[in-house]
């Protein structure tokens, strides 16, 4: 676990979580506004998965504290909507290799995995905040968002938007935890 966290000023560390929060959100609302215009899913499945399990975890396993307690249940319901888009329009880009029929049971185990991984991670490491879990889905979505870009080979359910807000959503924890942490 992460130990002896330096002491912020409280007005600094509010402001890089609910920014985090902000733009994030602000990343999903764009990701599900891009999913309707271009009647597909944006964000891929895995990536969702894994967004979902940490979500719920520390939202309702090892709840943060305020404000991301409250950040965790907003991104946990733009998460649901992106879900619904992902049942709506996932089918018809299911691999045509695999039967049609293995669609939902490939979502739960996906989603099972990324819950497993998220709390075993937390106990492995014995940190229930998040921060390993967190900068490791974040790694594996921007993985995953370029293949999915290259997978389509076209922009649909992306924009340059998404991918600034995301990075901007991104940039902000990582200086907190920079800061909470600097000889990390």
Known sequence: ?????????PTLEILLQVGSGIFWTLTYLLIL?????????????????????????????????????????????????????????GRHQFPGNLPKALFYPNFLVMLAFSASTIILISYEFNEFIGIYAAFGQNLLMSVLFISMLLKRNNFSGQSIYIALFKMVGTIL????????????
């Open 1 to 9: 676990m992460l130990k002896n966290p330096v002491t912020l000023d």
């Open 33 to 89: 506004r891009r999913g309707f215009k271009d009647k597909t899913y944006g964000m891929p499945v895995l990536a969702l998965c894994a967004n979902i399990s940490w979500e719920f975890t520390f939202a309702f396993i090892f709840p943060h504290p305020s404000p991301q307690l409250y950040i965790n249940y907003v991104w946990l319901l733009f998460d649901c909507g992106i879900l619904i888009q992902y049942f709506y329009y």
């Open 173 to 184: 924890p990582s200086t907190l935890f920079y800061l909470y942490f600097p000889n990390s």
